[in-house]
């Protein structure tokens, strides 16, 4: 069973920075695709940011040029630095995984892929 876990929200002023980070635990083989997404108070979660386990990156368009996603592998983290905060960045943010572990029980190895439990963001003068 793999777990992440988000950390890094907080309240912060339009214009102001925060760094978002999630880590990964648990029997890992390997973890191939991490993201962000963000959920507004009454809306959709909705996808944010991706990075493969090779560092390509892709942005939803509202956050492109503002929030930038890396990855330390040796770590099973994945980050999220948020410039330029707008009110209309304040969500829920949840990190999502997807990459193989162990088969107990049948052997080998099969995929997995998990969320974390969200971290708030609320951007406010």
């Known amino acids: 069973q793999v777990q992440l876990v988000e950390s890094g929200g907080g309240l912060v002023q339009p214009g102001g920075s925060l760094r978002l980070s999630c880590a990964a635990s648990g029997s890992i083989f390997s973890i191939n695709n991490m993201r962000w997404y963000r959920q507004a108070p009454g809306k959709q979660r909705v996808f944010i940011a991706a990075?493969?386990?090779?560092?390509?990156?892709n942005y939803e368009e509202s956050v492109k040029g503002r929030f930038t996603i890396s990855r330390d592998n040796a770590k099973n983290t994945v980050y999220l630095q948020m410039n330029s905060l707008k009110p209309e960045d304040t969500a829920v943010y949840y990190c999502?995984?997807?990459?193989?572990?162990?088969?107990?029980?049948?052997?080998?190895?099969?995929?997995?892929?998990?969320w974390g439990q969200g971290t708030q963001v609320t951007v406010s003068s």
């Open positions: 999502n995984a997807d990459g193989t572990v162990p088969d107990y029980k049948y052997g080998g190895r099969r995929t997995f892929g998990s």
């Open positions: 990075i493969t386990s090779g560092g390509s990156t």
